[in-house]
């Protein structure tokens, strides 16, 4: 098992940025890949990004897209998701998971955080 906190989430004005950490404990950080998922209220789990295991491939989904960075310190069990230019659709709780191989797939994580909220203000 690995457990998962979420912190960093917040109210912040459309255009401005914040960096959400996702501590990991429990079972080798190292040996999951990570992803970040978001949900708006009334809406499903949505895919935002997803980082190796050793961190060399990363990928995003095309509303993040060159706004958002997926980062992780193996050494520190964190991974971290930088998000700038932030926009009001890009409220919502933000959720981080852990998968042996990684996916764009939430189904396919059995390993999830609580969650953090963000609300970007118009």
């Known amino acids: 098992q690995v457990q998962l906190v979420e912190s960093g989430g917040g109210l912040v004005q459309a255009g401005g940025s914040l960096r959400l950490s996702c501590a990991a404990s429990?079972?080798?950080?190292?040996?999951?890949?990570m992803g970040w998922f978001r949900q708006a209220p009334g809406k499903e789990r949505d895919f935002v990004a997803v980082?190796?295991?050793?961190?060399?491939?990363?990928y995003y989904s095309d509303s993040v897209k060159g706004r958002f960075t997926i980062s992780r310190d193996n050494a520190k069990n964190t991974v971290y998701l930088q998000m700038n230019s932030l926009k009001p659709e890009d409220t919502g709780v933000y959720y981080c998971?852990?998968?042996?191989?990684?996916?764009?797939?939430?189904?396919?994580?059995?390993?999830w955080g609580q969650g953090t909220q963000v609300t970007v203000s118009a």
């Open positions: 998971a852990a998968d042996p191989r990684g996916s764009w797939y939430s189904d396919d994580y059995n390993h």
């Open positions: 429990g079972r080798t950080f190292s040996g999951y890949a």
């Open positions: 980082i190796s295991w050793n961190g060399r491939r990363s």
